[in-house]
């Protein structure tokens, strides 16, 4: 690196005094969380658990890959690269090539996600600069100072390390591919997808594949580390929230929408899950909860209703 007096002097004077660089405002991301998952029960049972979906999730594989299911589409997820989960967006990882790993998670919120697009539905291959942003976020989140100015430097890290991550993905040549076409979890999220409005069972899906009950538990249980059935529910609540809080539709067609049979069987289960209903969840300035309630889902892995 050149020294500050070297680059200093070959500065030259500027065309125009009031018009610079920088014209875009970027949002700044707040209410950060940083942990690691070091064990496959920790990734797959934790990341259903505690899932915030009004959240950005920021994965970094440091050690051991995978794959990440977003939606219906499906990633492999290998060590040095970086995935952006946007906010409502389901998402399960599987696959893991070992039960011992290394992956560094980061969740904030964002007044508005356009700035991150580039980086929806793809894996993006860390540069050296791109690392050197990530060691100075760990940094700023594990180094001791002011809060104040702690959270600045915080906020300031993170949005260079998403340039940079934009930047990455920008000159990235590469393209990414999906898993192949006979992975199962993809084939089921593909079909859940396809069957957003009607109540898509256990049983619909096992005929839909031409094979029992037992067998496709068996299966999705081994492949995907949680019971199907509730999966499928995870699934359907997920759209749930992000249509109650992304469009005007009235919540009986969130209901429908989201493939629950009825109203009642929506409000119910919407209610088990999270602990608010479907208005308060849209509405959570009109209602008495707690900040933490209401701006966080918790999902809760449970034994499933009979399908």
């Not at 500065?11 to 018009?19: E, Q, R, S």
């Not at 875009?24 to 920790?42: C, D, E, G, H, W």
């Not at 009004?54 to 594989?61: D, G, I, K, T």
């Not at 934009?166 to 040549?173: C, G, I, L, P, T």
Request: proline share 6%.
């Amino acid at each position: 690196m050149k020294p500050i007096e070297t680059v200093c002097r070959t500065l030259k004077d500027p065309v125009n005094y009031f018009t610079g660089r920088g014209e875009s405002t970027l949002p700044v991301p707040f209410n950060l969380i940083l942990f690691a998952r070091k064990t496959k029960k920790m990734l797959q049972q934790n990341d259903l658990l505690n899932r915030s979906h009004h959240r950005f999730v920021l994965a970094f594989n440091l050690q051991t890959a995978g794959s990440v299911h977003l939606d219906h589409l499906s990633l492999r997820f290998r060590p040095g690269q970086a995935l952006l989960v946007h906010p409502y967006q389901f998402h399960h990882f599987s696959q893991l090539e070992s039960s011992d790993l290394l992956w560094l998670i980061c969740t904030f919120e964002l007044p508005t996600g356009n700035f991150l697009d580039a980086l929806r539905n793809t894996t993006v291959s860390l540069s050296s600069k791109t690392r050197e942003a990530l060691a100075v976020l760990l940094k700023e989140w594990t180094q001791k100072t002011s809060p104040e100015l702690q959270d600045e430097l915080l906020q300031s890290a993170l949005i260079r390390l998403l340039a940079r991550l934009k930047q990455d993905r920008k000159s990235s040549d590469t393209q990414i591919l999906p898993e192949p076409g006979d992975n199962l979890i993809r084939t089921i999220n593909q079909m859940i997808f396809l069957r957003q409005k009607d109540p898509c069972t256990v049983f619909r899906l096992a005929r839909a594949m031409d094979m029992s009950e037992s067998r496709l538990r068996t299966l999705f249980r081994q492949t995907a580390g949680v019971p199907l059935g509730s999966y499928i529910q995870n699934y359907r609540l997920t759209r749930a929230m992000a249509l109650l809080r992304n469009t005007s539709l009235s919540i009986a067609d969130v209901a429908e929408q989201s493939g629950f049979g009825s109203l009642p069987a929506f409000s119910r289960a919407f209610k088990k899950q999270t602990g608010q209903t479907p208005y308060g969840y849209r509405h959570p300035g009109n209602c008495l909860y707690q900040r933490n309630k209401t701006t966080q889902a918790v999902l809760r892995f449970e034994k499933p209703p009979r399908d």
